[in-house]
């Protein structure tokens, strides 16, 4: 860092890479931690657990699990890396608990000039609020202590409901559940929910060989041939889409990390919207009846979730609960028309982009959705007045240092 400090270059840490956004690319310097990522200390009385910014969840999970603990809540895959999680408000589902930053409680920093920084809820605040979603602007996450808790299973049942009953119950299912979200078919009136609650009875009701059947060859395998005949006859789409809620009730326990994240082999690309938990019911009409009249021909489900507000800066679930609805296009095919028609819907619900996915917004228009957005500037200013950790993506996002 401090060569590059000398030498004027930028310098820009990546993570598991799996932002669908330009965020984490540079001109300069690009820094890979993945070598950098073991568990420094566990403290069994507080089950706080403090890690080497570039540990990857998926190894996390196994090792919390090992002494007896678990993240809260997850997102649909461990394929991140712990910083490169929290940095974009990485987030699960569950209107009792935050995003993944919420579960972080310390942190070490590399600033612009190479100077080491630590912060926490209590010593220099301002720099935790910034660096927790930090958009990599709030310079190299060094180290990160988390919040974790005792390990638990989780109870899952999924099973396919007409989205209009979803709707209607909505409130109740978000409330009832420890974390519910469901997937809207696009081309049929169904849904398909997933429930997840804490459980202390012991992992099973699914043997290893129909796990593997539901989540690598339904999820991945045949969906993904699904999506290729889709690219391939787009009219096909539609006939396709109505086999998806075919598959019936699924029910079982499973660890808590393996209930809550799966394998992904079909790529996509990916825009999610934030927007206040009251505003679902109305958003998802505005999409489902502007899909239908749009032409557009989706094989992928709209995916929507819930979590608890926060209060870090420039989280998306800043300042209160919230939705997040999620759209997806298969690889290869034009997404644009659907990504800019679903933005301009969620716009007026107060809606704000998921930071590692894709958007139009710039920072013009994103500053006036987040009422501490000033503060972080100048966090963002005092950590790195030069711009050593500016790029193309947060030039856009946030504007000039
Ligand atoms: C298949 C798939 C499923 C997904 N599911 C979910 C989901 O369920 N919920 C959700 O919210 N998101 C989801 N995402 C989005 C994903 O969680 C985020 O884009 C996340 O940021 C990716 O983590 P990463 O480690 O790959 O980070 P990268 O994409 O590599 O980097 C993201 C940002 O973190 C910064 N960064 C990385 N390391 C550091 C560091 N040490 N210090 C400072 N900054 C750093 C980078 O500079 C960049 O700004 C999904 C993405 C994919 C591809």
Redesign the pocket.
């Known amino acids: 860092m401090q060569r590059a400090a000398a030498q004027g270059t930028r310098v820009?840490?990546?993570?598991?890479?799996?932002?669908?956004t330009d965020?984490?690319c540079t001109d300069g310097v690009q820094?890979q931690?993945d070598r950098f990522n073991q568990v420094l200390e566990v403290d069994s009385s507080t089950q706080k657990v403090t890690v080497q910014?570039?540990i990857?969840l998926g190894v996390l999970n196994d090792f919390l699990w090992d002494v007896g603990l678990a993240l809260p809540n997850l997102?649909?895959?461990a394929?991140?890396?712990i910083?490169?999680?929290i940095?974009?408000?990485?987030?699960?589902t569950g209107l009792g608990l935050g995003?993944l930053a919420t579960q972080v409680c310390g942190l070490r920093?590399v600033a612009g000039d190479g100077s080491v920084l630590t912060c926490s809820a209590d010593e220099d605040p301002e720099l935790f609020n910034a660096g927790r979603v930090?958009?990599?602007?709030?310079?190299?996450?060094?180290t990160v202590t988390l919040q974790t808790v005792a390990a638990f299973n989780l109870r899952a049942v999924e099973e396919p409901m007409r989205v209009d009953a979803v709707l209607r119950d909505i409130d109740r299912h978000a409330e009832e559940n420890d974390h519910f979200e469901f997937y809207w078919v696009p081309h049929t009136a169904w849904a398909l929910t997933k429930r997840n609650n804490r459980t202390s009875d012991p992992v099973g009701g699914r043997s290893r060989v129909k796990e593997w059947i539901d989540r690598t060859l339904l999820e991945n395998v045949a969906f993904g041939a699904v999506c290729r005949l889709g690219r391939w006859n787009p009219s096909l789409i539609p006939r396709l889409s109505r086999a998806l809620p075919s598959s019936g009730r699924v029910e079982y326990v499973n660890r808590s990390y393996r209930t809550f994240t799966s394998p992904?082999y079909v790529h996509?690309y990916?825009m999610?919207y934030s927007m206040p938990r009251d505003a679902v019911v109305d958003a998802l009409h505005a999409l489902i009846e502007w899909i239908d009249r749009s032409g557009l021909r989706l094989s992928f489900p709209v995916e929507v979730r819930f979590t608890a507000g926060d209060d870090i800066w420039l989280s998306t679930a800043n300042g209160g609960e919230r939705c997040?609805i999620a759209v997806h296009m298969y690889q290869g095919v034009p997404y644009e028309q659907y990504f800019r028609g679903v933005e301009a819907i969620m716009e007026p619900f107060g809606g704000r982009p998921?930071?590692?996915?894709l958007h139009y917004q710039s920072s013009e228009t994103l500053a006036p959705k987040y009422p501490d957005w000033d503060s972080f500037q100048g966090v963002r200013r005092r950590v790195d007045p030069e711009g050593r950790?500016a790029n193309a993506?947060l030039d856009r996002v946030l504007g000039p240092i």
Do not use: N
Not at 13 to 20: E, I, K, L
Not at 354 to 357: L, Q, V
């Open positions: 820009k840490p990546v993570g598991a890479g799996h932002s669908f965020i984490a820094v931690l910014a570039g990857k997102g649909d895959i394929y991140q890396s910083s490169g999680a940095s974009t408000s990485t987030h699960g995003g920093v930090g958009l990599g602007a709030i310079g190299v996450l060094s992904r996509f990916e999610e997040y998921h930071w590692g996915k950790f993506y």
